[in-house]
């Protein structure tokens, strides 16, 4: 299994799990998982609405690609920790990371 932590809009800490050689992004596997992601433009990096913090586990993700860095460039509030959940996938490189959901 994956597990990875979740900071709910209340400020909420929960774990989530997610069964290994799942293919899903990490929005697919929020929204699954009942957390309010918006994702207007189904995961193609277009809309921006599905951004999160990743407080702990950035290093050991692929960086952004040009169509997630074009998008983040575009959004008002980032950091170097912000991210598109639609482009981060599920897989072992996020197995304890904590993503945060309270964002702007």
Known sequence: ???FDVIDSAGEIKSVKIPEGINLSLMEALRASDYPV???CAGMALCG????????GVEKMHSP????LGMLDSLPIVTPL???????????NI???VFNLQIG
């Open 49 to 56: 609405t599905c951004i999160v913090e990743v407080e702990m």
């Open 1 to 3: 299994m994956i597990t």
């Open 95 to 97: 197995n304890g990371a």
């Open 38 to 40: 918006i994702a207007t």
């Open 82 to 92: 912000t991210r598109l959940s639609c482009q981060i996938n599920i897989s072992k």
């Open 65 to 68: 690609n040009y169509a997630e």
